[in-house]
Each structure stands twice: as structure tokens, then as C-alpha cells.
């Protein structure tokens, strides 16, 4: 059984969180939750609140232990941009991409 967890519209860049979300995929929740906890990186603090969420919804929707389960899948997407400019000299102007993700914690308690 799969349980899914979604956070949208993230500020965070999405190439910057792909690699922490790597570092979760096929570890066990207890593990992936003191990674995310320890981690002083901006990503840890979205992906462990997402994993959080994702425990909650299996223990509340579906009455399974958070100790059994592992993070099968964790994916950043990317969302939408904010288009900005930045003021440069000779009154010329240079374009800013504020980038966001989509994040998506799959756990799986290793049951078909």
C-alpha cells in the first residue's frame, strides 16, 4: 500500500532540493526523519515536513505503524516562476526567475 504526501508551491529551488530528496528514497522513516531533522539545509526543513505528513496520513487514514514503513519514492518538481527584474547600471534592467517546487513523499509498507 502506498501512502502520498504533496507540498506545492515551495520557494525553493528545485535543483537544490533534488539531491537531499535522493538521500531519502529507500530509507526507512525513522531514518529519513533524523536526516531531515539534522540537516541544516533549507530542503530538509520542507522534505521533513511533508514526510510528517505523510506518517500522518498513514497512521490516521490507514492504521499503519510509522516504524514499518519506508520512503519509496521522493520527488521535487518543478512549479511555476515569478519573473523579476533586477535594476543594473546605465539604467538597463536584468531578468530574476524565483523558482518553486512541487515536493512528493511516497511511503510504502511493503505490501502489494
Not at 540537516?39 to 516504524?67: M, Y
Not at 530574476?96 to 515536493?103: G, K
Request: charged share 30%; proline share 4%.
Amino acid at each position: 500500500m502506498d501512502i502520498v504526501a504533496t507540498c506545492r508551491y515551495v520557494r525553493l529551488s528545485p535543483k537544490k532540493a533534488r539531491d537531499f530528496a535522493r538521500e531519502l528514497q529507500g530509507r526507512t522513516v525513522p531514518v529519513a526523519l533524523s536526516l531531515a531533522q539534522f540537516s541544516d539545509r533549507k530542503a530538509a526543513t520542507c522534505l521533513g515536513k511533508t514526510l510528517k505528513s505523510a506518517i500522518a496520513n498513514a497512521e490516521n487514514n490507514h492504521k499503519l505503524s510509522a516504524e514499518d514503513l519506508v520512503v519509496k519514492e521522493a520527488v521535487v518538481e518543478e512549479g511555476p516562476r515569478l519573473k523579476r527584474w533586477m535594476a543594473v547600471s546605465r539604467g538597463s534592467a536584468h531578468p530574476i526567475q524565483r523558482r518553486m517546487s512541487h515536493v512528493r513523499i511516497v511511503l510504502s509498507d511493503g505490501k502489494a
